[in-house]
């Protein structure tokens, strides 16, 4: 404990004497005794007037001016240095000077004063005529006195007043009884002097050690206090408040004096809901009545404030047992209750988009489940999955993901409302739980809200994003359906809605049990598929359409399965991309089709087409550069194929790959355009060397009802004008290849130039100087096998005919009557309605019919006849007889 006095025999001794490396406890001491002892001199002075005047009065009351000054002098002299001195102390703080310093003026002080009044003494038995052996001692034994009272606080004091007393009563009274007197007097002096300086040095030490505890204490309390962490408090025995700490004071938004003198227990609240602070306040009433210890009581103030204590207290009791109150400590649990309720949150709820989590939702659906079989009503199950979120993730960044989901998760609150409760589950997959909702039509309605909502275009930190979303739905019987065979069903409906095309709903059904099972395995098929050798590649040919000669082929991948037979791409590339094979899958087809196209021509071409996920690998065009390097092919016979679905989220690194693939030097395609978004920003910035047509405005071209052709029209003039070649892809007939070419499409492909073969099928025709066409004249349109049953009016009569093989355009009609090719005949087909037509051709028992419009195939689908519905009407072909 530095800041105590030390116990050093020489500070004691020589008091004063305190310089900079003594502890701060001398310091203080020092100070203190030089405070003490600055009223001394102001004392003595008064003492040697009282003293001198009745000396002057009594013993020169008969003595001569010069006697009376000669005595007085010395006298006023001593009262002068008095004063000065006095000052001197009062001020010291002003000169800036150590205790040292000062105490060793002071001792010259005492020993001046001492020799002036030796001289007044002496001066005064002198010119008195005063009996100097009994005046004499009685006068210096009056200063030794006086001057010992002044410097009883220290002994060197006490020792330079004996010491002057005595040497002055030896030199002034010549007498050896006087000196012995005042000797004898001046040595009790400072022995006294002496005994009274350590009881005052013991007693300051402990005054000085219980002042530096209190003032520790003190500090350790406003650190406390400081801190935030808790606060202090203090009842009397009536329980009112007698102190409180500022920080109590602050959470009540009040003064502690303001505190102070109100029951503790009155600034409590009660929590009519919960109870919990009810007990607790009826805890801190029972210990602070019953005088009881207590601790880690919880109460929270009588304010609307989320705050929360611990109380902590311990009664006090004086010397005597009577009760005085309570003093304790209260520390802040607010911020422990909201980190408590934080994690209690986080175990129930996502931390990104504030829905319910897994967990939460399963609750949710377990809860629901029960109150579905007391009420007897069914509850549906929703699992939502995003798709192309991936890609949003991959190009955009995770960020930008985790904007989107809370975007969606937005959307999907807003569309559900009060029908459910939607939940994340993680990633991109959610789930909705409908208690009470079995309704098939309302189901469908909320699925395609919520899928059309989901699609709309965000706004993701400036960029353009638009994904979608499959969803698959479960209902479940009340009483028999448990959570986990539900969530299980829906997640097989949610497959076979991704398997339909993505941006589906789909109900479970039984038997997605089993299709479940075989995809699987046969995703478990297809990882092994390329180390065994299953996987080739085919060739189908790209023709250019001024000369009908090769200009390139498209690779095309192909799995024979040992057992299953040859398995469809539209089945096994979706399966790849869900799995992460589709980039092992994708390099081996494009180092493949490279091998194969060094074998050809320099001027036929090899088209390679690109999955966006594969094109958002940042590793794709070190990946073709590879290839290119390895084989030595050009990198312009290379065409890359890429969909729209690259563009989904249009960021700086999709610009990014495409610059670097240009500058590469490879050409790029976009492939299946029209079937997309077709936006013609895509053609704007991404630098596309040619646009593939889909075959789905190819097919039918031709047709006299078809619009296709004006579509083919617009974007031959479009690519046209962008510089960009066109191929027409799904050509089959002989009149959409004569279109195709009438409309000026650079070049096409399709089963009537050849079907997609190997690689020495594809090394023929490379070498081939020309490719005929062979197939179809024109499209045949899809056939309903079915015969249907009809009733018409020929010549005037009613007869029930047969239709066979009815296609949108037209029927083969059965009829045992000859009609006239280029009649007018309506036809009212069983179940469907009223049809007219004109007779193209006819023969003994049949003709042909064409239909005056296009006819709908679903309308020959059964329909459920409704017994209710009864016709009133004539039928028309009654009418027609009649007439």
Same mark, same amino acid.
């Given at each position: 404990m530095s800041g105590l006095p030390s116990r050093t025999s020489v500070r004691e001794a020589l008091f004063f004497d305190v310089g900079p490396s003594d502890s701060p406890g001398d310091r203080i001491l020092a100070g203190r005794r030089i405070r003490t002892f600055s009223n001394g001199p102001l004392l003595l002075a008064a003492s040697h007037a009282v003293v001198g005047i009745t000396v002057i009065c009594y013993g020169l009351s008969g003595s001569s001016w010069r006697g009376i000054f000669t005595a007085v002098l010395p006298l006023l002299l001593a009262m002068l240095l008095d004063g000065v001195m006095g000052l001197f102390l009062s001020q010291y703080r002003r000169f800036n000077l150590a205790p040292h310093s000062i105490g060793r003026v002071t001792m010259a002080y005492l020993a001046g004063s001492g020799v002036l009044w030796m001289l007044f003494a002496a001066a005064a038995a002198r010119f008195g005529g005063i009996d100097q052996t009994s005046f004499l001692p009685l006068v210096?034994?009056?200063?030794?006195?006086?001057?010992?009272?002044?410097?009883?606080?220290?002994?060197?004091?006490?020792?330079?007043?004996?010491?002057?007393?005595?040497?002055?009563?030896?030199?002034?009274?010549?007498?050896?009884?006087?000196?012995?007197?005042?000797?004898?007097?001046?040595?009790?002096?400072?022995?006294?002097?002496?005994?009274?300086?350590?009881?005052?040095?013991?007693?300051?030490?402990?005054?000085?050690?219980?002042?530096?505890?209190? /003032?520790? #204490?003190?500090? +350790?309390?406003?650190?406390?206090? &400081?801190?935030?962490?808790?606060? $202090?408090?203090?009842?009397? =025995?009536?329980?009112?408040?007698?102190?409180?700490?500022? /920080?109590? #004071?602050?959470? +009540?938004?009040?003064?502690?004096? &303001?505190?102070?003198?109100?029951? $503790?227990?009155?600034?409590? =609240?009660?929590?009519?809901?919960?109870?919990?602070?009810?007990?607790?306040?009826?805890?801190?009433?029972?210990?602070?009545? &019953?005088?009881?210890?207590?601790?880690?009581?919880?109460?929270?103030?009588?304010?609307d404030q989320d705050v929360h204590w611990s109380l902590t207290g311990n009664p006090i009791f004086d010397d005597h047992g009577r009760f005085l109150g309570f003093r304790g400590i209260g520390t802040d649990l607010t911020e422990q209750r909201r980190s408590e309720q934080e994690i209690s949150r986080l175990a129930r709820y996502d931390s990104l988009t504030g829905l319910p989590n897994r967990p939460m939702m399963r609750q949710t659906l377990d809860e629901a489940l029960r109150n579905a079989a007391s009420r007897q009503r069914a509850c549906s199950l929703f699992l939502i999955d995003l798709d192309r979120f991936k890609n949003v993730n991959d190009t955009l960044g995770h960020p930008a993901g985790d904007a989107l989901l809370k975007q969606v998760a937005q959307r999907l609150t807003t569309v559900l409302g009060d029908h459910g409760k939607v939940g994340r589950l993680g990633g991109d997959e959610f789930k909705a739980v409908l208690p009470g909702a079995a309704e098939v039509g309302l189901i469908e309605s909320l699925a395609r809200a919520l899928i059309s909502e989901v699609s709309r275009p965000y706004e993701i930190d400036g960029h353009r994003v638009t994904i979608g979303a499959s969803v698959g739905i479960a209902i479940g019987d009340p009483g028999r359906a448990c959570a986990d065979s539900m969530i299980r069903n829906a997640d097989l409906a949610l497959y076979a809605a991704k398997a339909a095309g993505r941006g589906k709903h789909c109900f479970y059904e039984p038997s997605m049990h089993s299709e479940a099972s075989d995809r699987q395995m046969l995703e478990n098929e297809l990882r092994l598929a390329l180390d065994r050798n299953e996987l080739s590649v085919a060739y189908q040919p790209i023709i250019r359409v001024a000369g009908e000669e090769v200009a390139g082929f498209e690779a095309l991948v192909r799995w024979h399965h040992p057992i299953r037979g040859p398995v469809s791409p539209a089945k096994f590339i979706p399966l790849a991309e869900e799995c992460g094979m589709i980039g092992k899958i994708g390099a081996w087809v494009l180092r493949t089709a490279i091998e194969e196209a060094c074998k050809w021509p320099e001027k036929i071409r090899i088209a390679i087409n690109l999955s966006p996920i594969q094109f958002n690998d940042p590793q794709i065009v070190e990946t073709v550069a590879e290839a290119l390097q390895e084989t030595g092919l050009t990198p312009n016979r290379v065409e890359l194929e890429i969909t729209e679905g690259v563009f989904l989220a249009d960021s700086d690194a999709t610009e990014d790959t495409f610059a670097r693939l240009k500058k590469l030097g490879v050409r790029l395609v976009l492939d299946d355009f029209g079937t997309g978004y077709s936006s013609l920003g895509y053609l704007r910035h991404a630098p596309f060397d040619k646009i593939k047509i889909d075959q789905s405005f190819v097919r039918g071209a031709a047709s006299v009802s078809s619009r296709n052709a004006a579509l083919i029209r617009a974007i031959v003039t479009l690519a046209e004008s962008l510089q960009m070649d066109t191929v027409a892809e799904g050509v089959e007939t002989h009149d959409d290849l004569a279109l195709i070419r009438e409309l000026g499409v650079s070049q096409v492909q399709g089963f009537i130039f050849g079907r997609p073969t190997d690689g020495e099928g594809a090394g023929r025709l490379a070498m081939a100087s020309a490719v005929e066409a062979d197939g179809h004249q024109f499209v045949r349109q899809p056939r309903q096998r079915l015969m249907r049953r009809a009733i018409t009016a020929i010549h005037g009569q009613v007869r029930e005919v047969r239709l066979r093989n009815i296609s949108s355009t037209g029927a083969l009609v059965e009829c045992p009557i000859p009609v006239t090719p280029g009649a007018q005949v309506t036809l009212d087909i069983v179940g469907v309605g009223p049809v007219a037509g004109i007779v193209r051709w006819s023969q003994k028992d049949r003709f042909g019919l064409q239909f005056d419009g296009d006819f709908d195939l679903a309308r020959l689908a059964p329909k459920p006849i409704k017994r209710n519905e009864v016709s009133i009407l004539r039928p028309w072909y009654v009418e027609q007889a009649a007439s």
């Open positions: 210096l034994g009056a200063g030794v006195t006086m001057r010992s009272l002044v410097s009883f606080g220290s002994p060197p004091l006490a020792i330079i007043n004996a010491l002057v007393a005595t040497v002055g009563a030896f030199l002034f009274s010549g007498s050896t009884e006087v000196t012995a007197t005042i000797g004898v007097l001046s040595l009790l002096t400072v022995g006294y002097s002496v005994t009274v300086t350590r009881l005052m040095l013991a007693n300051a030490r402990r005054r000085l050690q219980l002042d530096h505890l209190a /003032q520790k #204490a003190l500090h +350790f309390v406003e650190e406390f206090e &400081a801190s935030g962490r808790g606060w $202090f408090w203090e009842t009397n =025995s009536a329980g009112t408040l007698s102190y409180v700490s500022q /920080q109590l #004071a602050d959470d +009540f938004k009040t003064t502690p004096s &303001a505190l102070l003198g109100r029951q $503790f227990t009155d600034l409590l =609240s009660v929590d009519m809901e919960k109870g919990e602070d009810l007990r607790e306040e009826r805890t801190l009433g029972f210990h602070l009545s &019953a005088r009881f210890p207590f601790s880690d009581v919880v109460v929270r103030p009588a304010s």
